[in-house]
């Protein structure tokens, strides 16, 4: 990390755009620094961001009784900054980030949709969050919102949304989804086309709204952080833990040594368990079924022991403010060190027939190429982002326990298509597993779990994880209880989702669903 030797470029820069920054206000929400400007600054603030070569890491506001705070979070070099403004409900009016950071379009809708925002100069003013289940004008994070609603019937079909038409000669639509073949969730994809090349592809989410955020008002921060293991199930650890950093950090708790081990191991081992089955499903959407079968059953082996071990086999509710719930037994551990050792053995056969193999070479090769413009337009982190030669992991470029200590290979490559993401995740498992065995080697003896000092009144933090598809934040601010007033969950789909809108064209119809599981968005990481 730097430690923010960039930050007085930055302010000259801001002060070159005639920005005010509050001075006369706390300047930290931890661990991030805090600028607080007026609200017509705020769009010329994700200018100079731009110019500075901040990357934009997402967007949220929270809404009190009159006013409502807009926040933003960017990162460079590894130090994050948190810019934040102040609107009043009766003109709650920024300008947009969009049209400088074009990943944020779908967040900024999201507040359009959610808390009734209005962004000046956004390029999209179509609706994203909101479908047909709320009125125009119900805003459902504000406070006068009930978490229930307003209609207790069913919510009329999505189905007059204005998606982009292109015209032509031999231009035609195919329309996928929402609802899917398969156990995934709904998400609608729909295709311009001539003959099988494809001209523009437009996602439309956010089909199962859960209401995360407002629903996390109100609970203590144990019920937080349970609810924060299933923002995206297959997230669960990175998820918690992101909310667990964020609590801790705001209460000032110290947790112990061997509980921040033992998440690190259960997170390197959720990144595990999803490549496998990832690169198994990229093969398999090109009839390579032997690599399927394969990954799926050391997945199957991998999880059956995580739930062994940990007592489901997601961790899920693992990770609990203060520390975890599950500790491992000297005979554990030589069980894990030996699982280590056999996945090695078993994977490298099999990766190597993935990396050379001339049907695989044929459909993944130049397939959905994202170029490194793009990835970081988007604001991609993780395997996409690695795969366009972006190699920002928060594990390495800011650090927090216990990675802090551990040396972390970040595989890149360069090429962006499928075959480089399939081949930074096998590089990203083979990494794991020497982080799995580092950590077993360095494991703290000591308790695993410490209780948690009450959070000073209207205190806020922000926690930073690194997940298996990449960057993950959490916001919580607590109440004058104690209790949680606002949790905002960014999963990194938010910003490789888009990725998936521009990687396709050229590609050919059939190339969709291989493109599609190279990226794998979240949908529920998304549909908050």
Not at 380 to 387: E, F, L, N, P, S
Not at 460 to 487: C, K, M, N, Q, S
Request: overall charge negative; charged content about 25%; proline content about 7%.
């Amino acid at each position: 990390m730097s430690g923010f030797d960039w930050l007085p470029d930055f302010l000259a820069r801001l002060e070159g755009e005639h920005i005010v920054v509050h001075a006369d206000l706390p300047q930290t929400v931890p661990p991030v620094h805090r600028l607080v400007l007026d609200p017509e600054d705020w769009g010329a603030a994700g200018k100079a961001a731009a110019a500075q070569g901040c990357r934009h890491a997402g967007v949220w506001a929270d809404p009190g009784a009159d006013r409502m705070t807009v926040r933003a979070c960017l990162e460079y070099r590894g130090d994050y900054l948190l810019l934040e403004t102040r609107v009043p409900l009766s003109q709650p009016v920024v300008a947009s980030h969009t049209p400088y950071y074009p990943g944020v379009d779908r967040l900024e809708r999201h507040l359009q949709d959610m808390a009734g925002i209005a962004f000046l100069d956004h390029p999209d003013e179509r609706r994203w969050t909101r479908h047909q289940a709320w009125a125009e004008g119900d805003y459902p994070l504000r406070g006068d919102f009930p978490v229930a609603g307003h209609a207790p019937k069913r919510a009329p079909a999505d189905a007059d949304y204005p998606f982009t038409r292109i015209q032509g000669s031999g231009v035609y639509e195919i329309p996928v989804g929402p609802v899917h073949a398969g156990i995934i969730e709904p998400g609608h994809f729909r295709f311009h086309a001539v003959g099988e090349e494809v001209l523009r592809l437009e996602e439309r989410l956010g089909y199962v709204h859960k209401g995360i955020e407002k629903i996390a008002v109100g609970r203590d921060a144990a019920g937080l952080t349970r609810l924060a293991g299933r923002v995206s199930g297959d997230s669960t650890v990175a998820h918690a833990w992101a909310a667990c950093q964020a609590i801790e950090r705001t209460c000032v708790a110290s947790v112990p040594p061997r509980a921040l081990h033992l998440r690190a191991l259960m997170c390197e081992r959720e990144r595990i368990a999803n490549h496998l089955g990832d690169i198994g499903a990229v093969c398999n959407d090109v009839a390579f079924s032997f690599a399927h079968v394969q990954c799926a059953r050391l997945r199957e082996q991998w999880q059956r022991r995580s739930h062994a071990l940990f007592g489901h086999r997601f961790m899920m509710d693992a990770v609990v403010p203060g520390g975890v719930t599950h500790d491992l037994t000297d005979a554990a551990i030589e069980t894990l060190r030996a699982d280590h050792d056999a996945l090695r053995c078993e994977i490298e056969p099999v990766f190597n027939v993935i990396d050379d193999h001339p049907s695989l070479d044929d459909r993944l090769l130049t397939a959905g190429y994202l170029s490194q413009e793009n990835a970081r337009a988007l604001g991609c982190t993780g395997y996409v982002g690695k795969a366009s030669g972006l190699a920002f992991d928060v594990r390495r470029d800011s650090p927090y326990a216990p990675y802090d200590a551990l040396h972390i290979e970040v595989p890149v490559q360069k090429e962006g298509d499928v075959a480089a993401r399939v081949r930074v995740r096998m590089e990203e498992i083979r990494t794991s597993l020497v982080l799995l065995d580092r950590l077993l080697d360095t494991l703290p003896d000591g308790d695993i779990l410490a209780p948690l000092p009450a959070p000073p009144a209207w205190s806020a933090g922000l926690g930073i994880v690194d997940g298996w598809r990449g960057e993950i934040l959490a916001f919580v601010r607590f109440d004058a209880d104690g209790r949680i007033a606002r949790y905002f969950p960014r999963d990194p789909s938010w910003f490789t989702w888009p990725t998936l809108e521009r990687l396709i064209h050229g590609n050919i119809v059939p190339d969709f669903p291989v493109c599609n599981k190279s990226v794998n968005g979240s949908y529920s990481g998304e549909d908050l």
